[in-house]
Every structure is written in C-alpha cells, then in structure tokens.
C-alpha cells in the first residue's frame, strides 16, 4: 500500500493514505508495518512521542523512541543500532568525526529551567546565573543565604540546607544548563565547564532523565534542580524566573522562549556540516536586543545519516518512511509543540531543514523526490 505526503507554500503537510490506512514494508515473508527506532534526548522526548502517535495514526508506521539522553542517543546513533538519534546540544567536532555523513536537523525549540521544593513557596523565585552556578556548585548551601534573599524581597527564605539534584546520565540538557552556569559564572567555567557529564560533589542527588530529575526534587525538600520547562509544568513543580542579559527576571514561557529564539540571528551551518561551533543555548549577551527573552533557551537535534543504507536492516521503503515522518515533523508537526511547551520553528529553521531533508539517500538515490 502506498501513500504521498503533499508539500504546501505555507510549509504545511497533508499526509494522504492512498489505497489503505496502513503503510508496509514488502521485505521478508509476510507483511508486516514499517517500524523506525530513535534515542536520544529527554528534552524533546514528549514532543517526539506525540509526533509519533500522530503519525503512526496517519500512516500506519511506528516510530519508536527511546529518551534515554543525549549522550545515549548519540553513542547509539553513532554504533547505527537506531534509525536516527536526538540531542539537545548539536554533536562536538569529535563526535561529528566519529559519524560520517551524519546530518543536523534542529526540530523544536525549549527551554532548561531550574525547578524546586519548597514548602509555601510558588513558582517565580529569581535567579542570576551566577546565583544559580554558585548553588551547583555547593558555594551557597542555604536558603537564606543573602546572595539568595537579595534576589528576592519580600520573600521569607528558610534556613534549610539546599539539596541538590542532577542528572546521573549524560545528558544535553546538563550541557545546555552548563553552558550558560559557564558564560554567567568564572569560577564554574573553571571548575567544571560546559559538559553533558559533570563531576558533581557526592553530597548532591542524581536522577536519570529529565523525568528522574523531576521526581528526585519532588522527593526532596528544601531541593532544587534543573529540566526542560515542559516536565516541570506536567509535574506542576515550581520553577524560577532567570535574570537576561537585560538584566530583567524573566518567567520561562512560551512567549519569553519565543522571543529568545527571534532575538538570535540564526546564522546556521550546513545540515551536513560540523555543528560543533554552534552554542548550545541562545547565548542572549551576543545580540543587541535581548528584551524579555528567556535565557536558557536552546534547539533540540534529530540527526540522521545522509546516505542511509549505512544503517544495517535499512530499506528503501522504511528510508520513505523515515524521511516522510521528518519531513512531517517539522511541518505539521509544530502545529502539537505548544501544547507541550514547545516553542515551533521559525520559517527560517523549517526552509533550512528541508534542504537537509532533501540531501537523504538510500543508495546514491535521493530518497522521496517530492521533498
């Protein structure tokens, strides 16, 4: 059975069943549906999956995904034991080296927020980056602490030691969040840098994924932690407000997010270029008019292989179909992103996306000609 997917100017997709409701692959004895693996990232985990109900209900394929960070997601695209992998930074120039052919194709927009547990206390405590690097790294080990109070007039603190939480697993998100504890505070920098993997103190709590982050701070009182915005508001756990590089204390919503992501000039390489010069977050110091932009503001990756009879099992029709999702997602896909506190590309990102699209093969053959 076949189906088309009709491209519109306006960037939308129509998926069109034609001859039946399912798609199949004609390898091996019997039919069976098509069925595409991914891992990766925590961060777009919920949007990826919804993109995959969705899409299955369309068209029949299962698109299984698999959040298990994005330095799991990177190793398994790299030994090419899945379809495609995901992470939040884009690959170091190491791990792009270790991946011929691999492409880079931004999907969504978030951002890392730090969440807490405080007894009485509502969302919108603020925090500097500075503040917040201090606390990570156990410098400021109480609540009412006055680099903490100062941030926070009007605000009863308790005299609680802070605890601490991470994540155990390497993970984009650690390195988006790091990234920006690296550009607002020296000493971190120092110490730790920008990783996906840091060496925390062992008096901290680790938890695996952005939901085991989630949960080891609403384990723990008096804690502190930091997930993409859409696991703290599913868990209608606390977040803070960050200070931007206009020195206002922004909310991380929808809209400050979006603005973030309007405020950066998207100066973006090839898709099948070395991505390891591209920041892993918004860095709002390097534009002019950063005004009511979230801070902690980043992409999240899909990234698949140019050619992609390099992946064992792979065939013509799941190539289709593989491509067809992505195609897809970044399309009519956006149109779920809000619901889940995505923020949707900009047109800029979805034209340069699909001219990446346009350069997968299957055996030197560009894969769907009506990309």
């Known amino acids: 059975m076949n189906y088309k997917i009709v491209a519109y100017t306006e960037a939308i997709v129509l998926i069109a069943v034609i001859a039946g409701f399912v798609v199949y692959s004609s390898t091996g004895s019997t039919n069976q549906p098509i069925r595409l693996s991914g891992a990766g990232a925590t961060f777009p985990a919920p949007l990826i999956q919804k993109w995959s109900a969705e899409f299955r209900d369309m068209t029949g394929v299962q698109v299984d995904y698999e959040g298990i960070g994005s330095g799991g997601g990177v190793k398994q695209f790299t030994d090419k034991t899945v379809d495609f992998g995901a992470s939040d930074p884009p690959m170091k120039d190491s791990e792009y080296a270790a991946a011929p052919g691999v492409l880079h194709i931004p999907i969504t927009i978030g951002g890392v927020v730090a969440i807490y547990n405080i007894q009485g206390i509502a969302k919108g405590l603020n925090f500097t980056g500075e503040v917040l690097a201090d606390i990570f790294r156990l410098d400021i080990t109480r609540w009412n602490d006055q680099r903490l109070t ?3 007039p009007g605000t009863v603190l308790p005299d609680a030691q802070i605890v601490v939480c991470h994540r155990s697993d390497s993970s984009g998100t650690t390195k988006v969040f790091t990234s920006f504890l690296s550009d607002e505070n020296t000493v971190w920098k120092a110490i730790y840098g920008a990783q996906n ?15 085991g982050v989630a949960a080891t701070v609403q384990q723990n009182p008096q804690s502190i932690g930091y997930v993409e915005l859409s696991y703290a508001l599913q868990g209608s756990i606390p977040y803070g407000n960050v200070q931007n590089a206009a020195g206002e204390f922004v909310e991380p919503t929808l ?7 309007s405020a950066v000039s998207l100066n973006l390489p090839s898709g099948n270029a070395s991505w390891g010069s591209v920041g892993s977050y918004f860095n709002l110091h390097t534009v002019q008019n950063p005004e009511g932009g979230y801070p902690i503001t980043s992409f999240s990756y899909v990234l698949v292989y140019r050619e992609l009879n390099v992946r064992s099992g792979m065939t013509l029709e799941k190539a289709k179909a ?8 970044i399309h009519d896909g956006q149109h779920y992103a809000p619901a889940l506190s995505y923020v949707p590309l900009p047109e800029a990102v979805v034209t340069h996306d699909e001219a990446t699209l346009r350069m997968i093969a299957f055996n030197g053959q560009q894969v769907n000609d009506w990309m």
Do not use: M
């Not at 809209?255 to 992501?261: C, H, S």
């Not at 491509?323 to 897809?328: A, M, P």
């Open 150 to 152: 100062a941030l926070n």
């Open 197 to 211: 993997v840091i060496s925390w103190d062992p008096q901290t709590k680790g938890g695996s994924g952005n939901p």
């Open 255 to 261: 809209e400050t997010l979006k603005t973030a992501a």
């Open 322 to 329: 593989l491509t067809s999702f992505l195609w897809w997602a």
